[in-house]
């Protein structure tokens, strides 16, 4: 017994020391606190103050289907089992025409404002000649349009109503990281004020639905119905506004997708001021930085974006930037891939004289540009030649092309504008690199940054490449009426 009793008196005092140490932990780990405190027992508190300012959004549309203006029907035989529905359908229709069928979509939307400001999606009042909103008490509303933005897929709502209503505020989605909560409020199938729960799975998904993309992706169920409605942080602010999901049986699968509040306040703010949207503009088209591009104009890694076309007269030439230039930051934000610099250039103040930083010629520099308002008819008014040859035909051995100097023989084979300028591809040896990017009938514009007038300024940039001990050759081609920079790999 002797040992039994000493064998419990160290359990005793080993299980003591361990429950010390265990609430010494607790006392001095504020990270695991931290922890607790952002992994919420319950959504219920949050989801009873919120669920008042989301509403269901219903749509109507009178869609008549072409070709279905008149439908005449012959006389059925005497006993005819169609001929008394025909009869009775002809007196509700005697000028033999169908009546327009009536469409209807569900979404979802949230209050922005006690006055009757709602905010959804595009999409879901997109053609709409009714628009209803349903509170959560049951109240129906009718809404107008105040207006809408087709690129960021965002419409603003307004609606009539004789007490305040329960309004939400945007949040900064910049603030928001991956893994962080958030909870989702809408009207999927129909089934309005559904609650849903989960984490920001990723940032800054593109999911090419638009030129502007830059959604939060999550993990929250998001359904059919769900579009147009918030995404809430757990301090209870709109940091998204849920718009797609990518589901192959139509049903949430985890992969749900939110326009960040970031941009979609700004939208809002702009509709509610303007009755529309204005978006910035630099006056250029640009491309992406590729590893053979990087290594072509001296970076380290693929980064930027890549002026490929500038807009004669508008901001961008204005502030002297040129084609060739790499843009690296834009009013202090870094540009780290291309489709970066469309959007923060799109949400800048018009007007606005900010600073942009580039990579020219080896080294950075820095220059002010005024920010302008995009226009869209501007966006293809972007022109540049073409070009093409049949005659005098130079084989260039160290790419794999032959090359001509244009003559109207080649501007006919290629199609070429009368204007077009520069040395044209004839031929492109199929197993030559080369022939990764280059094709029969591109005209080449530039090689190594310097205007290309005969086929001996390639061979010359050539040279200048092979001496900077670099094996790919800078190349501005023009296909198609667009202009774009291609690296071109050396053949050993």
């Known amino acids: 017994m002797g040992l039994v009793e000493q064998s419990g008196r160290r359990w005793a005092n080993a299980s003591i020391a361990i429950a010390a140490a265990l609430i010494l932990i607790v006392m001095v780990d504020p990270a695991a606190a931290q922890r607790r405190n952002n992994a919420p027992d319950t959504f219920a508190d949050l989801a009873d103050r919120l669920s008042p300012a989301v509403v269901n959004v219903s749509t109507s549309q009178f869609v008549r289907r072409e070709g279905e203006q008149d439908m005449p029907f012959e006389q059925f035989p005497p006993g005819h089992p169609f001929g008394d529905l025909f009869r009775d359908w002809l ?31 595009y999409h879901v009042v ?40 329960v309004a939400v505020s945007f949040g900064d989605s910049d603030e928001m990281r991956v893994g962080d909560w958030v909870m989702a409020i809408g009207n999927p199938f129909g089934l309005g004020g559904t609650v849903t729960a989960g984490i920001v799975s990723a940032r800054n998904r593109d999911i090419y639905s638009g030129p502007y993309d830059d959604f939060i992706q999550t993990d929250a169920a998001i359904n059919q119905g769900n579009s147009g409605g918030p995404l809430f942080s757990l301090d209870g602010e709109v940091i998204g506004v849920n718009s797609a999901i990518i589901s192959p049986s139509g049903g949430s699968i985890g992969i749900g997708f939110a326009i960040p509040s970031t941009t979609a306040a700004l939208v809002v703010r702009q509709i509610l001021e303007y009755g529309e949207t204005r978006r910035g503009w630099l006056g250029v088209r640009i491309q992406t930085v590729t590893e053979q591009i990087a290594q072509s104009v001296g970076l380290d890694h693929p980064q930027g974006a890549l002026i490929s076309a500038i807009t004669p007269g508008g901001p961008a030439d204005e502030a002297g930037l040129q084609r060739g230039d790499v843009v690296m930051e834009f009013d202090g934000t870094d540009i780290d891939r291309m489709r970066a610099l469309p959007r923060i250039v799109s949400q800048t103040e018009v ?12 080294r950075e520099r820095t220059m002010r540009v005024v920010v302008g308002e995009l226009d869209e008819t501007l966006i293809a008014a972007l022109d540049v030649p073409d070009g093409a040859d049949d005659t005098a035909t130079d084989q260039i051995d160290q790419l794999g092309l032959s090359l001509s100097e244009i003559t109207p023989q080649l501007r006919d084979q290629f199609g070429l504008r009368q204007s077009a300028e520069g040395v044209v591809v004839t031929n492109v040896d199929p197993s030559a690199p080369a022939s990764q990017n280059v ?30 001990e670099r094996d790919v050759v800078l190349f501005l081609i023009e296909r198609g009426g667009q202009a774009t920079y291609q690296a071109v790999e050396l053949v050993e």
């Open 439 to 468: 094709r029969a009938g591109d005209v080449i514009l530039e090689v190594e940054r310097e205007i290309v007038r005969g086929v001996e300024d390639i061979r010359t940039g050539i040279n200048r490449a092979a001496s900077s």
């Open 351 to 362: 007007g606005e004289r900010v600073p942009i930083r580039v990579w020219r010629d080896g």
């Open 126 to 165: 997109q053609g709409a000649d009714a628009i209803q909103i349903t509170l959560t008490d049951g109240t129906v509303l009718n809404a107008t349009m105040v207006g809408a933005d087709e690129p960021t897929d965002l419409a603003v709502l307004r609606v009539n109503t004789e007490h305040p209503l």
């Open 91 to 121: 007196e509700q229709n005697p000028d033999g025409t169908i009546p327009p069928q009536q469409a209807a979509s569900l979404g979802s939307g949230f209050v922005v404002d006690a006055s009757g400001i709602v905010v959804t999606n």
